[in-house]
């Protein structure tokens, strides 16, 4: 077992870290392609049409389920090659109703993790995403006690972290990120000076991935978010 490391800030990501998230747009997805039944594309390159869509929405309109139904009426109509009619929009709206107040469902083992960790270093928590909805998130989790301070931010980029560090007065070299995106966790903390630890979902979206240097020794990677309380 590797030796804990001394006090230290640790930040945590949200969505698919502390709790499952993505997995419930992936149901809709798959439902929303079942019921597309489109004549001449199979259910691969619809996706890979509805992934181009959802990344320049993101980009222009940012994250959430709003978001997402917008990407899903897009997607209908380039395909379709028409404008959605009322019924259809109220379809797809149908489809994606399990998104809208689904109760939060901690990963195994994060209350426990926190509660250890908690003891010994500072916690922080940096989400990304439509305001309402991750404070929704946030206000159900059951988890807020555990951080100093918790924040909702349009994007997580470098600066972003660099801003965390300013806000909250500590040295990037002596902080740590801890999420399941290496787009959004742990590259951008990385650029930023800070360490990362990264923990794999086998559901995080598509365009959160990226690759990762094997040879950055300031990355840990762990199976178990538990095991977490080994390094820390």
Sequence with gaps: MPPRRDAAVLVFDADDTLWENNVLFERVIDDFLTWLDHPTLDRARIRAVLDDIERAN???HGYGSKVF????????EKLRERPATDRERAEIDQLAAALIGHQVELMPGVAETLDDLAGRHELLLLTKGEREEQQRKLDACGLLHHFRAAHIVPEKDADTYRWLAREHAFAPAAAWMIGNSPRSDILPARAAGM???FIPNENTWILEHDELDPSDSQVIRLAAFPDLVQHF
Excluded: H
């Design 58 to 60: 993101a980009v222009a």
């Design 69 to 76: 139904l917008r990407s899903l009426g897009e997607c209908l």
């Design 195 to 197: 360490n990362a630890v």
